[in-house]
């Protein structure tokens, strides 16, 4: 299905990485490999162009697009308790979950939604601006299971729903360069939300949520998952729906800082800062590791090392520069 070819293609893309740069390093030292790594580099690009060519084809694109948003609908009517045929009005607050169909659905569906609008926009961005109509019940299907662990109780699915959100959202770099693809209609969609309240605290709950996923590599995975709920938190602070509705978690967290439970926007805060100074001091380090490879390159330290060694120290300086501009 969708899903596998989906991780096809990003393990495709980052074989293609690793053998670029192998076969970088090997024409700098003129290797005997060369020719053979570029040869790997061409066949693994066909096979990757093929499969790309294949999964943006247009009417396929939208058929997979118009049945993720049929699920989508489909699991909020069940979240919401709709047990007919006809579909019910999303409000808040949320009935109590009690004997939900939800608990016979498989979490695969869920995971390959959140996989295709990913992939959207990644590589077929352009097909959202005209279904924007469509995407207020993605909007709706985040708002819903990204805040309510009731109804999803996988913080790695929930994590993954925030990504969603920020593939679906009018991005601020298209807005700068309109002529190359128009946000105007997902604009209009995000800003005109009527649940704008209820999405701004879902995002904010599983920013908090997942500091504590119960998986050896939780550290590691906050980051991670955490990087693309920045963005879309700065979207909202410029977007005067979603303003109203922080501002108003804030208040609430100022007249409730004795309380026993601390509010949300509380250890939102917390985790928040938590987070700026570990990420400052890692980006520091790596700075001042930079800086001293950098110091000996330019002094001709490395003049005097084997062909290999230099290799090694570039290697090392790129990579640190990568973790630096990541932290």
């Given amino acids: 299905g969708f899903h596998r070819l989906h991780d096809q293609m990003i393990k495709l893309n980052q074989s293609l990485h690793r053998?670029?740069?192998a076969w970088r390093e090997a024409q700098q030292s003129s290797s005997p490999s060369a020719d053979n790594l570029r040869e790997q580099f061409e066949r693994l690009m066909t096979v990757y162009l093929s499969t790309k060519a294949a999964m943006t084809e247009p009417q396929m694109l939208k058929n997979c697009f118009n049945l993720q948003v049929s699920m989508a609908v489909l699991l909020v009517q069940l979240a919401i308790g709709n047990?007919?045929?006809e579909l019910m009005a999303l409000t808040f607050p949320l009935p109590e979950v009690k004997k939900?169909?939800?608990a016979y659905v498989p979490e695969f569906f869920a995971?390959?939604?959140?996989d295709f609008f990913i992939f959207l926009r990644r590589f077929a961005d352009d097909l959202l601006e005209p279904s924007a109509d469509s995407l207020e019940h993605v909007l709706h299907f985040v708002t819903i299971f990204t805040g309510d662990v009731d109804r999803m109780k996988n913080p790695h699915l929930r994590a993954k729903l925030a990504e969603v959100l920020e593939a679906v959202m009018p991005h601020l770099d298209?807005?700068?360069?309109p002529l190359v693809s128009s946000v105007f209609h997902r604009k209009r969609v995000f800003c005109s939300y009527q649940q704008a309240a209820y999405l701004a605290e879902a995002?904010?709950?599983?920013f908090v949520?997942?500091?504590f996923t119960g998986d050896p590599h939780q550290f590691?995975?906050?980051?991670?998952?955490?990087r693309p709920m920045y963005p879309i938190l700065r979207y909202m602070w410029d977007t005067d729906s979603y303003r109203a509705s922080i501002k108003a978690l804030a208040d609430y967290a100022s007249e409730n800082l004795e309380a026993m439970a601390p509010p949300l926007f509380l250890r939102f805060l917390n985790l928040l800062m938590n987070d700026a100074i570990f990420l400052l001091d890692e980006a520091i380090q790596y700075l001042s590791k930079i800086k001293i490879q950098q110091i000996e390159k330019d002094r001709g330290e490395w003049d005097s090392l084997s062909a290999e060694v230099r290799r090694e120290k570039e290697a090392s300086l790129q990579m640190f520069g990568q973790l630096a501009r990541f932290h």
């Fill in 220 to 226: 590691e995975q906050k980051f991670n998952y955490r």
């Fill in 19 to 21: 053998l670029q740069v």
């Fill in 83 to 85: 047990q007919g045929t």
């Fill in 111 to 114: 995971d390959n939604l959140g």
């Fill in 100 to 102: 939900s169909a939800l």
């Fill in 209 to 211: 949520d997942i500091e």
């Fill in 203 to 206: 995002l904010i709950k599983v």
């Fill in 174 to 177: 298209q807005a700068q360069a």
